[in-house]
């Protein structure tokens, strides 16, 4: 008894520590409402024309990848899609606080589902839905597709990220693609 009692325990404590912090940002349990103390406040540093375009791309990629998971939710019902569609929009917003930290241009003048201002995600967007619509394996090959490119790209983007707002942001938004891929993955292999 006393075994369950401290398995119980743990799950309890373990419950309430993740939900004081968000994995993408690592900050506290709701990104939004996150309030630094002010002696953990990182001071932005300049932005080299690289990074400052790095953070516009990251934007519409976390979008593109938000976007195609909520249509193929509503195409295959799979709860697996809305719950990444979910974690995407976190995503999305933690590179918002970015635009807003460096006053950059936000690239996402609508936030309407599969509407881009790019030709070029506009394109990723048609494409992924397209593929993702012809069976569920295919929808789940494209979910691991979305998150291969965001790993390929959030790791070139840290490869001259200097900032370390920047850095740790990208780096949890690495560890999280890396985990949605994993889920992906895991659904596919018991599956088909």
């Not at 519409?60 to 974690?87: G, H, P, T």
């Not at 599969?114 to 967007?125: L, N, Y």
């Amino acid at each position: 008894m006393k075994y369950i009692i401290r398995i119980f325990s743990l799950f309890i404590i373990t419950a309430l520590l993740s939900s004081c912090s968000d994995p993408v940002t690592g900050t506290g349990s709701s990104a939004d409402n996150y309030q630094p103390a002010k002696d953990n406040v990182l001071i932005p540093g300049e932005l080299s024309p690289e990074e400052a375009a790095g953070i516009i791309f990251m934007r519409q990629e976390e979008k593109l990848a938000r976007d195609v998971y909520i249509v193929l939710y509503q195409v295959w019902e799979y709860k697996l899609f809305d719950n990444i569609s979910k974690a995407e929009q976190n995503h999305m917003e933690a590179v918002k606080r970015l635009i807003v930290r460096y006053d950059l241009e936000d690239p996402i003048v609508s936030d309407e589902v599969g509407v881009f201002s790019s030709p070029v995600f506009q394109q990723m967007f048609d494409d992924f839905v397209l593929q993702g619509q012809q069976s569920l394996l295919d929808a789940m090959q494209t979910g691991q597709a979305i998150e291969q490119q965001d790993i390929e790209d959030l790791e070139n983007q840290l490869s001259f990220a200097d900032n370390q707002d920047l850095v740790n942001v990208y780096t949890n938004l690495k560890a999280a693609s890396e985990n949605h891929l994993l889920a992906f993955t895991n659904h596919i292999l018991p599956s088909f």
